[in-house]
Nanobody, 120 residues
Framework: QGRLVESGGGLVQAGGSLRLSCVAS????????MAWYRQAPGKERELVAG???????VYIDSVKGRFAASRDNDKNTFYLQMNRLKPDDTAVYYC??????????????WGQGTQVTVSS
């Protein structure tokens, strides 16, 4: 059974940086597309950044140029480097893995979330 564990959240002042980590187990990590989502109070969960098994990245417009997603397949770890943080980035950040099973579809794994709070 796959498992994802996030870490690296915390309280930071606006303009600061944090790096989130997501350690995967119980899955063939290098085959999976990975993504970071976030959910702020009273808002829907939204995709922030993703990285395919081949290393291609995607970002929502509001974080382009500030956030960078990366992966280390040797360490089964997925990262989100967050720079120039803004109060609007405050949210619980979740890691997600998509495990493809061909005609059986895609199995999703979610982490428990890590809180990021940016003070103004």
């Amino acid at each position: 059974q796959g498992r994802l564990v996030e870490s690296g959240g915390g309280l930071v002042q606006a303009g600061g940086s944090l790096r989130l980590s997501c350690v995967a187990s119980g899955m063939i990590f290098e085959r999976n597309d990975m993504a970071w989502y976030r959910q702020a109070p009273g808002k829907e969960r939204e995709l922030v950044a993703g990285i395919t098994s081949g290393g291609r990245t995607v970002y929502i417009d509001s974080v382009k140029g500030r956030f960078a997603a990366s992966r280390d397949n040797d360490k089964n770890t997925f990262y989100l480097q967050m720079n120039r943080l803004k109060p609007d980035d405050t949210a619980v950040y979740y890691c997600k893995a998509d495990e493809e099973h061909g005609r059986f579809g895609t199995l999703e794994y979610w982490g428990q979330g890590t809180q990021v709070t940016v003070s103004s």
